[in-house]
């Protein structure tokens, strides 16, 4: 969706070194989810963020979402190779029942 | 507790035709969405339902529609396909009522259109 921006595209990382995927919104986010796809399989719910400033850990993942509520960036902390996958965020825009995805990041940790 | 159920895993049907795929929620989930996943679209909204009734239709040509049971079990029925309708269907469940609800998704079914 280009209401829903991701970067970078993909990323090929070291094992153990640190990343961060960004998404930007044209709208105001109502709520921000990040999932994990493996290929062509279903998404994994990693966090969901609606508050401006709020910040989510999950074990080595922090997501953030900004004060503006229009950005959010998902940060890894020492990547293992079990990190590896599509990560996507998807948002809801105009707070109804529908989520609108960005285009996806690939990652790739190298062992 | 089980996580959402797709049926049938993989699909090989032929232009024209049309196709039923069936969407089994988590326990106690009375939302359920669909999406459609292309490489060159990525993942786009199809409809949602709540209590048998649609609550939100994505930009899709009348050719897709769904329905929800009562059971809040869920098919989406696609007529006279399409090769561009070659993608992977994806179903999720939400717990609430209104906006916000995290969805929860399944595995999918690969529609492959020959």
């Known amino acids: 969706s280009q209401e829903l921006e991701q970067s970078p595209q993909s990323l090929i990382v070291q094992e153990g070194k640190n990343l961060t995927i960004n998404c930007t919104s044209s709208?105001?986010?109502?709520?921000l989810y990040w999932y994990k796809q493996k290929y062509g399989e279903g998404l994994i719910f990693l966090m969901m963020?609606?508050?401006?400033?709020e910040e989510k850990s999950h074990e080595k993942i922090t997501a953030k979402l900004d004060e503006k509520k229009q950005q959010s960036s998902l940060h890894i902390t020492a990547s293992q190779p079990s990190h590896a996958g599509i990560y996507l965020c998807?948002?809801?825009?105009?707070?109804?029942?529908?989520?609108?995805f960005g285009s996806g990041t690939r990652l790739l940790v190298r062992p | 507790k089980a996580g959402v159920t797709q049926t049938p895993r993989y699909l090989i049907k032929t232009r024209g035709q049309q196709v039923t795929l069936s969407c089994s929620p988590i326990s106690g989930h009375r939302s359920v969405s669909w999406y459609q996943q292309t490489p060159g679209q990525g993942l786009q909204f199809l409809f949602e339902y709540f209590s048998e009734t649609q609550r939100n239709k994505g930009n899709f040509p009348g050719r897709f529609s769904g329905r929800q049971f009562s059971n809040s079990r869920s098919e989406m029925n696609v007529s006279t396909l399409e090769l561009g309708d070659s993608a992977l269907y994806l179903c999720a469940s939400s717990t609430l009522q209104g906006p916000g609800g995290i969805q929860y998704f399944g595995a999918g079914t690969r529609l492959s259109v020959l």
């Open positions: 709208k105001t986010l109502y709520g």
């Open positions: 963020l609606q508050k401006g400033g």
């Open positions: 998807g948002a809801d825009v105009d707070s109804s029942y529908k989520l609108i």
